[in-house]
């Protein structure tokens, strides 16, 4: 055997099960290793390769009294074949099973974020709105103090009027953002991020 090539794990593997499913007989650890070293696998690995073929599921065992016997046919790995298939595809549909879900849940978390998009825009331009009319009726009433008293009582009538609103508006932002921490599991940095406010957001002074 002296130019004998030399086979690689697999090889042996190949062989040793070959012995098994040419002769579909059932054989001791000896009778195996004896029929293997026979048909060119190295005496000293035939063990180890006969139990990974074990290990496998491609080689059966069956320890009666004090001996192991081993047995494998061909139609053996031709099933664990199609039984590993049909593992495969079902992972396969559990896979698509789960992605379709997703789509699902991202589609009705994109039709929420639409409508508050909408109303945060509204409600935050609305606010703005409110904050430069009260930003000029602040500045009016500081040049009106010393002249109009009447003029002034008006003007201060109606910064206290658009003050009041903006208080409301401030409440629908902070509403907003307790949805968004609340009910839809957010951070109040992220939810601040979203509503395009920082973490000093607050209702106006009164002057």
């Known amino acids: 055997m002296a130019g004998a090539k030399r086979m690689s794990a697999e090889e042996k593997r190949k062989v ?3 012995v098994y499913h ?29 139990n990974s073929l074990v290990d496998d599921g491609l080689v059966d065992k069956e320890k009666i009294g004090g001996s192991n016997f081993f047995w494998s046919f061909p139609g053996k790995q031709d099933r664990m074949l199609q039984l590993e298939h049909e593992q495969v595809l079902g992972e396969i549909e559990n896979i698509k099973s789960k992605i379709t879900e997703a789509e699902s849940k991202l589609a009705d978390a ?9 109303e945060r825009a509204k409600k935050l331009a609305r606010l703005n709105e409110l904050n430069i009319n009260r930003a000029t009726m602040e500045k009016e009433l500081e040049s009106l103090k010393q002249n109009d008293p009447q003029a002034l009582a008006d003007l201060e009538k109606e910064l ?13 932002v902070f509403s907003c953002k307790s949805y968004l921490t609340k009910k839809r599991g957010m951070c109040s940095k992220d939810a601040c991020k979203m509503l395009q406010i920082t973490s000093e957001f607050d209702y106006p002074e009164d002057k």
């Open 110 to 118: 994109k039709r929420g974020r639409e409508d508050e998009d909408g």
């Open 160 to 172: 206290k009027l658009v003050t009041e609103a903006a208080n409301r508006w401030t409440d629908n």
């Open 16 to 18: 040793v099960l070959g």
């Open 22 to 50: 040419k002769t579909k007989e059932v054989y001791t650890e000896k009778e195996i290793l004896a029929l293997a070293t026979k048909a060119g696998v190295n005496a000293g690995t035939v063990a180890d390769i006969n």
